[in-house]
């Protein structure tokens, strides 16, 4: 993903983690799910630790609050699965990950987005691409493909050690 200059608008998926917005570039979305069967895959890194089936395609199934040392909840009736078509390390991957809810797609206007700060982050400054302000709130519009970069899973391991859960 190309990184953001500040002079055009987004335009993105807004969803949930633990009561914190996160958005992702809506053209990386392919489509969203309701929660499907998940196959645990063991020895797996717990952060991309199973499958689902997506229309007769095998998906790796990642869950970003481990990424963001999160605790594991279980899944609700606002559980949502998003299935994005990403460049992971510069190669083309199709991915799913799981959403506490996803909220719309709206566009971000330029004057609304702001670089990354530096310090002072909950999360890891290479992962958000930029923070966006809607209102009083806060948006971390999330760099997918950092997030998913092979050198970034041995960290991930370390933030949890909680099962994945399969419904």
């Known amino acids: 993903m190309a990184k953001w200059t500040g002079d055009q608008p987004l335009e993105v998926l807004t ?10 570039e809506a053209a990386q979305v392919r489509e969203i799910l309701d929660l499907v069967t998940i196959t645990e895959v063991p020895g ?11 229309r007769g395609k095998v998906v790796p199934l990642a869950d970003p ?12 009736i606002d559980t949502r699965i998003v299935v994005l ?3 992971v390390d510069g190669d ?5 990950i799981r959403a506490d809810k996803v909220h719309e797609v709206t ?20 992962f958000i691409r930029c923070i966006g302000k ?18 970034t899973f041995a960290g991930a391991a370390s933030l949890s050690t909680a099962p994945a859960t399969a419904n």
């Open 15 to 24: 969803l949930a983690l633990q009561g914190e917005i996160f958005a992702i």
């Open 44 to 54: 797996s890194e717990p952060f991309v630790g199973g499958l689902i089936n997506v």
């Open 65 to 76: 609050r481990l990424k963001f040392g999160m605790e594991l909840l279980p899944p609700t």
């Open 85 to 87: 078509e990403i460049d």
């Open 92 to 96: 083309a991957a199709t991915i799913g």
């Open 107 to 126: 566009e971000m206007a330029p004057a609304s987005l702001e670089e990354t700060p530096k310090i002072g982050m909950k999360w890891r400054p290479e």
């Open 134 to 151: 809607r209102g009083s709130d806060f948006i971390a519009v999330l760099d997918i493909g950092r997030v998913f970069a092979r050198e």
